[in-house]
C-alpha cells in the first residue's frame, strides 16, 4: 500500500498547510470552478468535476474534426479510439497492458457483456457469487441472466463493515461456482475489496471474477495484470472525471481472448464490419467484445481524464486519496461523533477506497441541508451521508469547511 501524507489537522490553519505541502495542488487549477454558491463538492464519486481541458478539447472537436472531417473522421482514425483511449487508462490506473481494455457502452453493458463471456468460459458450472450490497445494477442484472440461463446465486454473507472478504467468499466457494462478481470498493461503506487475494481464491475453485470498478478506478491503485484478474468494467464519470454518461470501460484478460465470446453481437465487433457480410464473425482480441457504435466526444473525454491521472501518477493519487479520507475520518470522529452520527466505512485507510460514509436516522435531511448550505455530498438509503472526495480537484480546507457546515447542521 502507498505511504500516505500526513492527515492530521487541528485547525483550518492545519488544513491549509496540507494543501500547500500537498504535491497535487496544482492540479485543482486544472478543473472549472465550483459554481458560485457551492463551497464544497464531496460527491466526486457520483460524478467527478469537469475538467477546464474536456471544454476547450471538446469545443475543438466540435469544430474541427466533426465539422471539419464529416464522416471521413471514422476512417481517419475515431473508430481506433475506444482500443487506443483503453490502452491509455490501463496504463494510468488499470495495471494493465495494451490490447485488453476497450472505452465503450455504460457500466450496465459491460458488465453484462463480460459476466455472460465469463459464464461461457465455465460451461459446466452453474452458480455466480455476488453480494447484497453490490450496486443495485449488477444485481438486477445477474438475477436477469440467472433468470434467461436457468443458473444461481450464491449470495456471500455480509461482513461488519460493508465488505467483501476472502473468509466470506469461502463459505460460497465451491465446484457450481462459474463466476464471483464483486465491487473493487463497496458503493455504500466504501470498504476496499482485497481483489488479489479474492481473486487468487476464485481461482484455486476454479471459478473467473469479474471486477466493478466504478468507486476505485482514479481513487486506489489497480493492477489488473498482477493480480490475475479474468474481466473487469467500471465507469469514467466518477474519479476519471469524463462527464455524466461518458462511456465506461471493460477490461477482458488476453488469456481468455482466443475463447472470448459475448452475447451482444453487434456490426463493430465483427471482422471486417463495413464488408456487411452475413453471418457474425468476431474481430480479433479485445475488438470482439465491441457491439455498436461508439461516442466519440465521451472517449475522447475518458482521455483526458485518463492523461490527468498518468500525470499525477497512480501512487500519489491514492495518497491523496488516503490523506483526504484520513482528515474526513478524524473530524467525523471530533466532530460529528458526539452529535450522534457513526462511522459506515472501514477506518483503516488500506481498507478504504475514495470516499467515507457517516450514519445517522435523519441523514436524508442533514444531506438536504447540506446542498441548502452549498455543501454536496451524496445521501444513500437507508441513513448514510456518503462524503466522496476527488483525490486531484479537492482540497484539504474544502474537506474542513464542509465537515464544519456538517457539525453546525447536525447539531
Ligand atoms: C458499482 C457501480 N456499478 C455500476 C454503476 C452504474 O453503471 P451505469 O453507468 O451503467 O449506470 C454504478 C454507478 O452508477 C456503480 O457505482
Ligand atoms: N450514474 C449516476 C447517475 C445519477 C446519479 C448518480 C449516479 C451514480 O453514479 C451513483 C453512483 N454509482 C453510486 O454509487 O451511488
Redo the contacts with the bound molecule.
Keep these: 500500500m502507498t505511504s500516505t501524507l500526513p492527515a492530521t489537522a487541528t485547525s483550518r490553519e492545519d488544513a491549509a498547510a496540507l494543501d500547500v505541502a500537498d504535491p497535487l495542488a496544482h492540479f485543482r487549477d486544472r478543473y472549472l470552478p465550483l459554481a458560485p454558491g457551492v463551497t464544497a463538492y464531496l460527491d466526486g ?3 467527478g468535476r469537469p475538467l477546464a481541458a474536456i471544454a476547450e478539447r471538446s469545443d475543438a472537436f466540435i469544430r474541427e474534426q466533426w465539422a471539419g472531417r464529416l464522416i471521413r473522421g471514422w476512417s481517419e482514425g475515431w473508430m481506433e479510439l475506444p482500443e487506443q483511449v483503453g490502452d491509455e487508462l490501463a496504463a494510468a490506473t488499470l495495471g494493465a497492458a495494451a490490447g485488453q481494455t476497450l472505452i465503450a457502452d455504460s457500466t450496465t453493458i459491460n458488465f453484462y457483456k463480460t459476466l455472460r463471456a465469463a459464464l461461457a468460459l465455465r460451461p459446466d458450472r452453474t452458480r455466480i457469487v455476488i453480494d447484497r450490497d453490490h ?1 443495485p445494477t449488477n444485481r438486477f442484472v445477474v438475477e436477469s441472466v440467472v433468470r434467461d440461463l436457468g443458473l444461481e446465486i450464491a449470495w456471500l454473507p455480509g461482513s461488519v463493515d460493508g465488505g467483501v472478504t476472502v473468509d466470506a467468499l469461502a463459505e460460497v466457494l465451491d465446484e457450481r461456482v462459474a463466476v464471483v462478481a464483486l465491487s473493487h470498493v463497496a ?1 455504500r461503506s466504501g470498504h476496499l475489496a482485497d481483489a488479489a487475494a479474492i481473486t487468487a481464491a476464485t481461482h484455486r475453485a476454479g471459478a473467473l471474477v469479474v471486477w466493478d470498478l ?2 476505485s478506478v482514479g481513487a486506489c491503485e489497480i493492477e489488473l495484470d498482477a493480480w490475475e484478474v479474468d474481466f473487469a468494467v467500471g ?1 469514467t ?2 474519479f476519471v472525471g469524463a462527464g ?1 454518461g461518458a462511456p465506461a470501460f471493460l477490461y477482458a484478460a488476453a488469456r481468455h481472448h482466443d475463447r472470448l465470446d459475448q452475447p451482444l453481437w453487434g456490426w463493430l465487433g465483427r471482422a471486417d464490419p463495413f464488408e456487411m457480410e452475413q453471418g457474425y464473425r468476431p474481430a480479433p482480441g479485445i475488438r470482439s467484445m465491441m457491439s455498436g457504435t461508439p461516442s466519440i466526444p465521451g472517449v475522447l473525454a475518458v482521455r483526458e481524464g485518463a492523461r490527468v491521472i498518468a500525470e499525477a501518477g497512480m501512487p500519489a493519487v491514492r495518497a491523496k486519496a488516503v490523506a483526504l479520507t484520513e482528515l474526513v475520518v478524524e473530524l467525523a470522529d471530533s466532530w460529528l461523533a458526539p452529535e450522534g452520527f457513526t462511522l459506515a466505512s472501514p477506518r483503516d485507510p488500506a481498507r478504504r477506497g475514495g470516499h467515507v460514509s457517516v450514519a445517522r436516522a435523519d441523514a436524508r435531511q442533514v444531506c438536504a441541508a447540506l446542498v441548502e448550505a452549498g455543501v454536496l455530498p ?1 445521501f ?1 438509503t437507508p441513513d448514510v451521508v456518503r462524503l466522496g472526495v476527488s483525490p486531484l480537484p479537492a482540497s484539504f480546507v474544502e474537506v474542513w469547511d464542509a465537515l464544519a457546515v456538517m457539525r453546525e447542521i447536525g447539531r
Excluded: A, E, T, V
Design positions: 464519486n457520483s460524478l450496486f458503493y466504478c468507486h465507469c464519470y466518477k455524466p451524496d444513500r
